[in-house]
């Protein structure tokens, strides 16, 4: 076969690829079905945001929209069979959260799309690129591994005088470790490493971490992290051990420090990716958009508790 040829059914076969999803695209009279799929239960403030993006762009439930949820607060272990259960009902799209739901969604289909929200969707394998995700995949990436070393920073700034610094560590998610070490080494901490690999390994992690005798502890970027985050804030209040977190609203939830995205903005951006998809654009085309939004959120109550008085000082 002749490169030419090659080249030729390559092209062939995205066109058509592009041509089943135009084919999905938004139709007068039409009602659409969108499958959630997740190890968590989002927020209600969460949920809300999503309604009303859905609604601004003619997706009203009830009435052109159905929203299937029973994906949501799936355990880790069960998620593939829920995915390919809701691959049954035949949606017209998959809204997925986390590297886990995503993955059991693109084994469950390759023809319906998915709109992943994912720390880093390319280190993770669920996307070739950024700008052009190939497949049936597209969505947001928070990309919050990245930031943190900058957490780091910004609790070495909030307590100068902690030197020994735990890190909890989801194995399966630890693209920014080496700067977080990099970081660590430049400002002369001693850093404490405990990796969690399921929700069960969280407890004990941040135990090992105070046996360990650290002054504070840096929960890096983590999805299975999120959905087990009351467990994280209510651990480390009891041990009275300082955190920061990679979410800005798990301070507003009670967490001592948060910096990261803004959950508002990513949540709208993921359903704008949605609407996107059901109005005919090919998610394997569509770039994954990025939050632009960040905030630092002290918790002052929280750190009254603490009896931080520097932090106390900050967030005010």
Known sequence: ?????????AIAGVAATALAFEARAQQPGRTYRIAFLAPFRPQRAASRWRLQELERNDFVEGQNLVLDGSGMGVAIADLQAAADRLVKAGPDLFMAWGPAAAHAAQHATTSIPIVAYTDDPVESGLVASMSRPGGN????????SQ???KRLEVLHELLPTAKRIGLLIDPQQKTGLGEVESVGRDLRLELIAEEARNVDGIGRGIDALAAAHVEAINVLASAMFYFAK????DRTHALRLPTMYWWADLARDGGLIGYGPNEEEVARLHVQQAVRVLKGAAPGQLPVLQPTRFELVINLGTAKSFAHPSIAAAAR
């Open 1 to 9: 076969m002749k490169r030419r040829d090659i080249v030729v059914g």
């Open 137 to 144: 995949t597209t969505g947001v990436g928070l990309l919050a």
């Open 147 to 149: 930031l943190d070393a």
């Open 230 to 233: 009351k467990l994280i804030i």
